[in-house]
């Protein structure tokens, strides 16, 4: 035996006796899913409480949502494609419009509710014992029914308990013998009329051709008049275009004192045409003879970038960051009035409709109100800041020589002004590339009542005539959309449609007198 047990086979024996005593235990140990985490045993006999594994709490591999959960796009992890409600500045502006999307996925909203989750069933509420007066003191005693019948049956359709179901196969219109896959309530949603939405054109109607029109954000070289003339400054030439028979004629020519037109403007009414040129020369031409009415030679000390009427009363502003304002009836060529509240070039002015204030917008990324009527603002101390806008106390001494109001919201150059013709004191800015919004103003006691972030550097602002909608042309933009013209619902501000078509900044807007069409 020794000699066997000193042999190779011995040895063999020997480790292989003692590698299964050594795995005995490790064999008997419970095993892990790792999926589920559930422990398993290869012998139940094995598997005691002293075992060394813990034992982990089981989970399901399935996930059942609640139905009585309000929220179905979260059960269901629906995805919402609205986007933010809060504007932010990465927003990218819609290249179609939202208002037939946003239509669709409120029907299927109100579908999927319907289907989903269906209203409960109307169950009959228990009876309720009849409570005694508060005058009563003593309490009848239970008494024995004095009916001999205990069980006492009703026909349905005698029943007395309106909650009482009638009885469903008699109804032709039963969802029993419906063949459509969902209820009632989705079929009648389904087939009840939509409100038609309004068609905007996507493509234009004409296109002009304007060689060496300046692609200057600081100028204005477009307007249409009353009388349905188009007047347009490219270089140092003013042409007018008529609309009715698209007849195109030159008003000047400003070649011969070295001279560019750097903004237009129509009176009112009537058929003069005030043009501002880069020296700060200000001419007013008569449309009609096409013969030079007044001419300013010294009007400003630097160039005219933006000219408004108000009657007979003709404002200019300039680099210089004055605003002068002079009656064309008077002989004399100096202003009447000199505003100074710009610490850059002044780049926007737009008189109110009946009259009213005066917005100028400015480089230095400021809006003014100026009231050369005298009139003064009520109970103004120091300064106010209302909503999220900044506003300042420029004065308040109501003599025109301060502004009315004063609005440091905006973070870039403001050039696009619109007084709102249907709401008398609502004035529309939008600011330049840096800000990309564009804020709404109620110039009666100087609040920001809302405003809009566009995602792209906002150039004009103009109010439809016909409907409570505004129209933005846009240039850069951080985003891949740019150069488009958007036209947005008041006081929803959601977007109607979104024209496209331009290869560069939509620096230049004007609309028809008729307030149906515009120029780009």
């Known amino acids: 035996m020794s000699g066997l047990k000193n042999s190779p086979f011995g040895k063999r024996l020997r480790a292989t006796h003692q590698d299964n005593e050594e795995d005995g235990p490790r064999r008997n140990r419970q095993r892990v899913n790792p999926i589920f985490y559930t422990a398993t045993s290869s012998t139940t006999k094995d598997a005691t409480p002293e075992s060394p594994v813990t034992m982990r709490d089981m989970y399901g591999d399935r996930f059942v949502p609640s139905r009585d959960a309000g929220d179905m796009r979260t059960s269901y992890h629906l995805m919402d494609e609205s986007g933010p409600s809060t504007p932010s500045k990465s927003r990218i502006i819609p290249t179609e419009s ?77 969802e029993a013998y419906s063949m459509s896959p969902v209820r009632a309530e989705s079929r009648q949603l389904l087939e009840s009329p939509r409100r038609q939405l309004r068609s905007v054109c996507k493509t234009p109607y004409r296109v ?135 610490r850059q070039e002044v780049c926007g002015l737009k008189w109110a409709r009946d009259g009213g204030p005066l917005a100028s917008g400015g480089n230095d990324n400021k809006v003014c109100i100026w009231d050369l009527r005298g009139s003064k603002r009520a109970s103004v101390t120091g300064s106010s800041t209302s909503g999220s806008g900044s506003v300042e106390d420029a004065g308040g001494s ?94 929803t501000l959601n977007m109607v449609a979104s024209l496209t078509g331009h290869t560069h900044r939509v620096l230049y807007l004007a609309m028809s007198p008729d307030g149906e069409s515009a120029v780009l």
């Not at 004095?146 to 109804?171: E, G, V």
């Open 98 to 174: 939202d208002a037939l999307k946003e239509q669709a996925n409120a029907i299927f909203t109100s579908i999927l509710h319907t289907e989903v989750t269906p209203p409960s069933p109307r169950r009959p509420t228990s009876p309720q014992r009849p409570t005694t007066s508060s005058s009563a003191t003593t309490t009848l005693p239970p008494s024995t029914p004095t009916r001999k019948r205990i069980f006492h049956y009703t026909s349905p359709a005698t029943s007395a308990n309106p909650s009482t179901p009638t009885r469903r196969l008699d109804t032709p219109t039963d």
């Open 208 to 342: 002009l051709d304007a060689p060496d029109l300046a692609d200057d954000f600081y100028l204005n070289l477009v307007d249409w008049s009353n009388t349905n003339v188009l007047g347009v400054g490219l270089g140092s030439c003013v042409y007018l275009w008529t609309a009715h028979n698209a007849a195109v004629s030159k008003l000047c020519d400003l070649a011969a004192s070295n001279d560019t037109v750097s903004s237009v403007s129509w009176v009112q009414k009537g058929t003069l045409l005030a043009i501002g040129t880069l020296s700060g020369r200000m001419h007013i031409y008569d449309a009609n003879t096409l013969q030079v009415q007044r001419s300013y030679n010294n009007a400003h000390t630097q160039r005219i970038g933006a000219l408004a009427w108000n009657s007979h009363i003709l404002s200019s502003g300039s680099r210089d960051r004055m605003v002068h304002h002079r009656d064309v009836r008077e002989p004399s060529h100096r202003p009447f009035k000199r505003c100074a509240g710009h």
């Open 398 to 491: 109501g003599s025109g020589d301060a502004p009315l109001w004063k609005f440091h919201e905006h973070t870039a150059a403001v050039k696009a002004l619109a007084w709102d013709p249907h709401v008398s004191g609502v004035l529309a800015t939008g600011g330049g590339t840096q800000d990309k919004h564009i804020r709404f103003w109620n110039t009666f006691n100087g609040t920001m009542l809302s405003e809009l972030d566009t995602g792209s550097q906002v150039c004009n602002l103009i109010w439809s005539l016909t409907s409570h909608e505004l129209v933005s042309t846009h240039g850069f933009s951080s985003t891949t959309a740019q150069n488009q013209i958007c036209i947005w619902k008041y006081p």
